[in-house]
């Protein structure tokens, strides 16, 4: 589940409408009652922010994980190299920070790229 909603009232499954009262057109000449929820948040939450971490290994060319720096984080060769650089020598670094599904796809996408290299490269999401 999308962390945003794990702890959330708008968590609950079907049936739940948001500010929508009128069921006069709905559920025409049946009897069962549904009931449909209304609540809206007062305060909308911003959606929380997370981590891309890549993690080092031994084995993962360095020029790989650059290449991988620049294709999936859209740095530049000077970037992405700090980047690797700083993974090699203290095992793991922030490759950026997303919104939850933006993260997650990007953790994807460098996971499937390196299983497809055969490169053993791991990338992580953490809530920053
Ligand atoms: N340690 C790897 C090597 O010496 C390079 C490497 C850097 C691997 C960063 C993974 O996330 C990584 N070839």
């Excluded at 962390?3 to 009128?22: F, I, Q, T, V």
């Excluded at 939850?100 to 490169?119: G, L, S, W």
Aim: charge should be neutral; glycine fraction near 6%; hydrophobic fraction near 35%.
């Amino acid at each position: 589940m999308h962390p945003d909603l794990a702890d959330s009232d708008l968590s609950r499954p079907w049936p739940l409408r948001c500010g929508d009262n009128d069921d006069s057109t709905r559920n025409p000449g049946g009897d069962e009652q549904v009931g449909i929820a209304t609540k809206t948040r007062a305060k909308p939450k911003k959606p929380s922010q997370f981590k891309v971490l890549m993690l080092n290994d031994d084995y993962t060319p360095m020029e790989f994980v650059v290449m991988v720096l620049k294709r999936f984080f859209q740095m530049d060769l000077e970037q992405a190299t700090r980047v690797m650089l700083h993974v090699h020598q203290k095992g793991v670094g922030v490759c950026g920070i997303f919104p939850y599904e933006i993260a997650e796809t990007k953790v994807n996408q460098v996971m499937d790229f390196a299983r497809q290299n055969q490169h053993p490269l791991q990338c992580t999401l953490e809530k920053a």
